[in-house]
């Protein structure tokens, strides 16, 4: 193992995670990388990869992990399957788990993976496909001081914004915070644009007088432009958001909180999903009010 750069195994070349491993071989690391389809696997090692053959076989070829995959059963699967992480990874290693998953699933893969001498964070980002091709991600990490220090090198390659934010699992509860507020801002701008283009006012201009005053935030300015422009190219699924808002509305549930607007946004992700609309980017969900 070499301290300053050891070899990472990438397992999740998505959206997000292939840029992001493409910026960690940029910065020199060596990476074993893994995914479901081969086509980024082959992209990766045309950049200077290795490919791996199992996540038992990545873990047991690296000294850092990271798993970017869309789903609390797709984590699990991975690091504790037959074939698994735990299967393969050596005492010492670390385990970073940049996935948006339920903060529960974080806590059993780390409990299961600390029995094989492996240490944990959960890294969740937010910034989409854009900040994870520019290496400007926000990372919010729960998990030890020493293993944030570890893993600090490498969210310095993949981030912009990155907090401690305290113990293990305290970014899976960030993140759903997060996903409540782009969740329900990119609801508010569709109903606003949607709003604008019923009564007869130019939504372009209405975009832009709102921008300049207390409305102003990122949403409005990114999404509010794909709504106007019906650019519905992915940066981030829509049924991956509505994965989180019901991870975000359980955490509610599981503290005793009743999160109205993130099941309000939630509901309106089902219907667009219903509609056979989860594959296009979550601001689609302005398409709820018609095309």
Not at 126 to 151: P, W
Request: charged residues 20%; aromatic residues 4%; hydrophobic residues 50%.
């Amino acid at each position: 193992m070499t301290l300053d750069r050891p070899t990472i195994g990438f397992i999740g070349l998505g959206i997000m995670g292939k840029p992001m491993a493409l910026n960690l071989l940029a910065a020199g690391y060596k990476l074993v990388v893994l995914n479901r389809s081969q086509g980024p696997v082959e992209a990766l090692v045309a950049a200077g990869a290795q490919a791996g053959s199992s996540p038992r076989d990545v873990a047991a070829r690296s000294d850092v992990l990271i798993t970017m995959l869309p789903d609390s059963p797709d984590v699990e699967a991975v690091a504790l399957g037959g074939d698994g992480i735990v299967a393969g990874a050596q005492a010492g290693a670390l385990w970073i788990d940049m996935s948006t998953i339920a903060p529960a699933t974080t806590a059993k893969v780390a409990a299961a993976l600390a029995e094989v001498g492996v240490d944990a964070l959960d890294a969740p980002v937010s910034g989409g496909e854009k900040g994870a091709i520019e290496g400007a991600l926000s990372i919010m990490v729960g998990g030890s001081d020493a293993a944030f220090a570890r893993a600090q090198p490498i969210f310095a390659v993949l981030g912009k914004n990155v907090v401690h934010v305290g113990a293990l699992g305290a970014g899976q509860v960030t993140k759903a915070c997060n996903q409540i507020v782009v969740g329900v801002t990119i609801e508010a701008v569709a109903e606003a644009l949607a709003l604008a283009q019923a009564a007869g006012v130019d939504p372009v201009k209405v975009r832009a007088a709102l921008l300049g005053g207390f409305a102003q935030s990122r949403i409005l300015e990114v999404h509010g432009q794909r709504m106007i422009d019906r650019a519905y190219t992915p940066g981030f699924k829509a049924r991956l958001h509505r994965k989180d808002m019901n991870i975000a509305s359980n955490a509610g549930d599981a503290v005793g909180l009743d999160l109205a607007a993130a099941k309000l946004v939630r509901e309106r992700f089902d219907q667009l999903i219903a509609r056979g609309d989860g594959e296009r980017d979550h601001s689609a969900l302005r398409t709820l009010f018609g095309e």
